[in-house]
T-cell receptor, first 109, second 118 residues
Framework: GQNIDQPTEMTATEGAIVQINCTYQ??????LFWYQQHAGEAPTFLSYNVLDGLEEKGRFSSFLSRSKGYSYLLLKELQMKDSASYLCVVMDSNYQLIWGAGTKLIIKP | GAVVSQHPSWVICKSGTSVKIECRSL??????MFWYRQFPKQSLMLMATSNEGSKATYEQGVEKDKFLINHASLTLSTLTVTSAHPEDSSFYIC??????????????FGNGTRLTVT
């Protein structure tokens, strides 16, 4: 079956750095997305990786290793507004999206 | 950037009534739109894929006669929850992909509709 694993919850301190890991097992691979979702709101797109390596976008970076079925989202200079759930989503060979359960990130002052 | 407008943002209805939710792509066209449901503290669950000009594709376990989907144009899809029951209370989110961007481009999400059935 298809499966995505990410931690349920993480806590970090304002101004610090946090890394949210995601491992996946899917039928083929056509890219991996990270979305941010604040409570009660729809997800917003953060990043997309289809090739191995690091994609940097401001305070957020996303890394992919296809051979390991592994990705991480790195958040730097954490702000209180970064408190949200972060969803790891993989697109399989049929272009279907497989959603992780999300990681709830709690930022403390 | 691409914007998806979803309406209404929230709705309260009585058990047994029907509710229609609209999803519009404002500045792009989408041959395919997706409808998700999210229960509290759970991840998004795909309900159905809406295809312009043809029948929607429903995920296993989703009743197509209860959740009616119409994709009448390249910018509008509607989800009608028929004969709503309290267990249908949930957060419904639509999304769309710009048809010019390719199959592996990111989805653009509406703001969601919070449905409460009393």
């Amino acid at each position: 079956g298809q499966n995505i694993d990410q931690p349920t919850e993480m806590t970090a301190t304002e101004g610090a750095i946090v890394q949210i890991n995601c491992t996946y097992q899917t039928s083929g691979f056509n890219g991996l997305f990270w979305y941010q979702q604040h409570a009660g709101e729809a997800p917003t797109f953060l990043s997309y990786n289809v090739l191995d390596g690091l994609e940097e976008k401001g305070r957020f970076s996303s890394f992919l290793s296809r051979s390991k079925g592994y990705s991480y989202l790195l958040l730097k200079e954490l702000q209180m507004k970064d408190s949200a759930s972060y969803l790891c989503v993989v697109m399989d060979s049929n272009y279907q999206l497989i959603w992780g359960a999300g990681t709830k990130l709690i930022i403390k002052p | 950037g691409a914007v998806v407008s979803q309406h209404p943002s929230w709705v309260i209805c009585k058990s047994g009534t029907s509710v229609k939710i609209e999803c519009r792509s404002l500045d792009f066209q989408a041959t395919t739109m997706f409808w998700y449901r999210q229960f509290p503290k759970q991840s998004l669950m795909l309900m159905a894929t809406s295809n312009e000009g043809s029948k929607a594709t429903y995920e296993q376990g989703v009743e197509k006669d209860k959740f009616l989907i119409n994709h009448a144009s390249l910018t509008l899809s509607t989800l009608t929850v028929t004969s709503a029951h309290p267990e249908d209370s949930s957060f419904y989110i639509c999304s769309a992909r710009d048809m010019t961007e390719g199959d592996n481009s990111p989805l653009h999400f509406g703001n969601g509709t919070r449905l409460t059935v009393t």
